[in-house]
């Protein structure tokens, strides 16, 4: 009665190590499952919220409406210049009434025709310089004016010219600065997006791993614990509700049932084992509660022996 006792005594012990690690090692589990849980949610939130690529051209437009025509200031200076006519039609005027006076004066006075006629061209002439030198004076002033004409179309044209093209410069100047500036935001964004991204999915990572090691850890403790009711004076958890593929193979010289089976969790033992049923034993081989609420036997006090076979 001992015996039993110090073998109840142990396996009590021994289940309680047991349940105790499993449950803290599944406590560990669980909180290692819902962080990562918690943290998928919140990736997938961030990847929801990312921002739209940008085209960074998309406002950029045509400068062809500040592309001006300067043809239209431009026109040709000696297009209206012309011929002196004024001097030459002064001068035949005066020839007219140097004449006319010429031929009164000779009528009136009775002189003879040869002097009238040499008075008459002496006047001519003087009246021919006169007009010369109008024509001459107004021909230059004409070029003059000309020249004068082309030079300020010339630096017009010249003005027009730098004008529009620093509005061009200019203009393409702010398209891509604005163009820069867009890419610059959109990068710098994307790349703190992105820093999160990859910060969250290793935290995903490192739960994940600690979930793992949190399973592995309860299986280590309920294996460890197994283990250890099995080399409890030869007792096994013998429990019928813990197995499978029950095959009665034989039985043993006191008549009890041997039987050939598999358990239903591996963490029990893997592969095919040979045993008897705790429901099937004499009493005093029964550990009741053997693990939890499960029987075992303990195998020292029957002639069967608890074995794998496969």
Do not use: C, H
Not at 275 to 288: C, F, L, R
Request: proline share 1%; net charge neutral.
């Amino acid at each position: 009665m001992a015996g039993v006792v110090a073998i109840g005594a142990a396996v009590a012990g021994t289940v309680a190590s047991t349940v105790i690690g499993a449950n803290s090692a599944k406590k560990a589990e669980r909180r290692a499952r819902s962080d990562k849980n918690r943290l998928i949610d919140e990736l997938e939130e961030l990847e929801n919220t990312r921002q739209q690529v940008i085209n960074p051209y998309e406002n950029v437009s045509s400068l062809e409406d500040m592309i001006v025509d300067n043809a239209g200031i431009l026109s040709n200076p000696y297009k209206n210049i012309g011929v002196a006519t004024k001097a030459a039609e002064f001068q035949a005027e005066e020839a007219d009434i140097a004449l006319a006076n010429t031929l009164d004066l000779l009528a009136s006075t009775g002189a003879s025709a040869g002097g009238a006629t040499a008075l008459a061209q002496a006047a001519l002439q003087s009246k021919r310089g006169i007009a010369a030198s109008l024509e001459s004076q107004e021909a230059k002033n004409q070029q003059l004016i000309a020249a004068g004409e082309e030079n300020l179309q010339t630096k017009q044209m010249t003005e027009a010219q730098r004008i529009q093209n620093a509005q061009m410069s200019e203009a393409q100047r702010m398209q891509q600065a604005e163009v820069l500036g867009k890419e610059f935001t959109y990068g710098e964004k994307e790349r703190r997006e992105m820093q999160q991204l990859n910060r969250k999915q290793a935290q995903i990572t490192g739960q994940a791993q600690a979930e793992v090691a949190a399973r592995q850890s309860k299986a280590q403790a309920i294996g460890a614990g197994v283990g250890a009711l099995g080399n409890i004076a030869g007792a096994a958890i013998s429990d019928r509700r813990l197995k499978k593929n029950i095959k009665l193979i034989g039985k043993s010289n006191s008549g009890l049932n041997i039987y050939a089976f598999e358990y239903i969790n591996k963490i029990f033992g893997k592969g095919k084992w040979q045993g008897v049923m705790s429901d099937e034993v004499p009493n005093n081989a029964i550990i009741k509660n053997f693990a939890g609420i499960f029987d075992g036997v303990d195998y020292s006090k029957i002639d069967v022996e608890f074995k794998q076979i496969n």
